[in-house]
């Protein structure tokens, strides 16, 4: 063990600008930001709606979804899990910024916002030969800007430099997901591109009424049938205005012939409910409620909402991820990358108790699995870890006795089992 002055030597403050006897200057860290520069910002016109709420919601729960780089059979059937750097990549370390799930959700994002999304490997090991990928230390998320047959210019962000680059890639080494939602979040005349443009009319609508306008119209005791008249009027009018600006409480006076109607209010229309069919429309579309928006959820809904938006995002991402990044001789010795949703996530107590009878008794998972299921230590006992029945007694005493009268050379004992005819 050290002693007291041996640690306090190699001891360390990070308020001490020092470690290990190396100083680091301040100009020397790179260019800095008062934001993220990595994160990639939302579309304009998407900021002021329900669309952030949409996609921060669809792309937390993709995110939660455990992705690992698995083994499979010939069938499918997950054999194993292979502990490398890919799989690191999906589950701890995606690059210096992010965490697996970091990135997931980053994906997720920027796909359902721009309806695309490219997966850069920006740090890699290729195989000179072949060009193929064979390891993977970091990669990001970007956006493509331009199409080329065999190429893509991607925006990616470039974390030596400390900013995003335009780069063109091989579309090999690059994992280019669409949106499957497409057609519904990203067409030109999509229903959330609709819904979009609503609200963008609802909003200046909302702007104009509350500009501070009075909107008010003054009916003089003459009639304005004349140049003379008119300018009569517009320096009657001007006049109410300087009483308004001048007055401590926009107090003004007219003469006593002069009426004043009132509008201050915008004239009825029906964009409010239009926006409200539009959302209701998109919500069923994505397989979405607003119950599922809030997370007061029931089991079927989220069950439908899985099945219906989860499924769909992972398993494009999933499929990209092994045809660009897995090759076809580790495929064909079953590498592969699979998704798993725990089951046991959305149950309350009385459901979760019964769903781990059930999954124990029919030795579907062990005891010790249930339990760390729901954050609880495993338990140093064999029948924890055995895929059996609980419930049910072990056979302790033997074969059961005869039930038909031996015919062998051993004679029947009739005082041990009975007579076999009064049974």
Excluded at 275 to 289: I, M, P, R, S, W
Excluded at 359 to 377: H, Q
Aim: glycine share 6%; proline share 4%; charged share 25%.
């Amino acid at each position: 063990m050290a002693s007291l002055g041996e640690r306090l030597r190699k001891s360390w403050s990070v308020f001490t600008g020092k470690q290990e006897s190396q100083e680091i200057a301040y100009k020397d860290l790179g260019p800095a930001y008062t934001y993220r520069p990595d994160k990639i910002r939302m579309k304009s016109a998407s900021k002021r709606t329900i669309v952030p709420a949409i996609i921060n919601r669809i792309s937390v729960d993709v995110s939660d979804i455990n992705i690992c780089h698995s083994k499979v059979d010939d069938t499918g059937m997950l054999t194993g899990i292979v502990n490398d750097e890919l799989n690191r990549r999906l589950k701890i370390d995606a690059n210096i910024d992010q965490t697996g799930r970091a990135f997931i959700q980053d994906v997720v994002s920027t796909m359902l916002d721009e309806g695309h999304v490219a997966i850069v490997p920006t740090k890699r090991d290729v195989d000179q030969k072949t060009g193929a990928i064979r390891t993977i230390y970091a990669w990001r998320s970007g956006i493509v800007k331009e199409w080329f047959p065999y190429h893509v210019l991607v925006n990616v962000y470039d974390e030596d430099a400390g900013e995003r680059k335009d780069l063109i890639l091989c579309k090999s080494q690059v994992a280019l997901v669409q949106n499957p939602l497409y057609s519904i979040m990203n067409e030109p005349n999509s229903t959330l591109q609709r819904l979009l443009r609503k609200i963008a009319l609802l909003d200046y609508a909302d702007e104009q009424s509350t500009s501070g306008k009075l909107d008010m119209i003054i009916q003089l005791p003459y009639t304005l049938n004349s140049d003379k008249k008119r300018e009569q009027a517009n320096e009657r009018r001007r006049s109410v205005e300087e009483q308004l600006n001048g007055s401590k409480y926009g107090i003004a006076y007219i003469d006593g012939t002069e009426r004043i109607t009132q509008l201050n209010r915008s004239l009825e229309n029906n964009l409010s409910g239009q926006v409200k069919d539009l959302q209701n429309t998109l919500y069923g579309q994505l397989g979405l409620t607003e119950a599922v928006i809030n997370g007061v959820a029931k089991q079927e809904e989220m069950a439908n909402y899985y099945n219906r938006t989860i499924k769909p995002l992972l398993s494009a991402i999933v499929d990209e991820m092994i045809r660009k990044f897995i090759s076809k001789t580790a495929q064909t010795q079953g590498h592969s990358i699979t998704f798993f949703r725990d089951p046991l996530a959305l149950a309350d107590v009385s459901q979760l108790a019964d769903m781990a009878d059930k999954l124990t008794r029919n030795a579907i998972l062990s005891s010790n699995e249930v339990r760390v299921k729901i954050g609880y230590l495993p338990v140093a006992d064999e029948r924890a870890d055995a895929l059996s029945n609980k419930n049910l007694n072990e056979n302790t005493e033997g074969p059961p006795p005869p039930s038909t009268r031996d015919t062998g050379d051993e004679e029947y004992n009739y005082q041990d089992y009975g007579d076999p005819n009064l049974r």
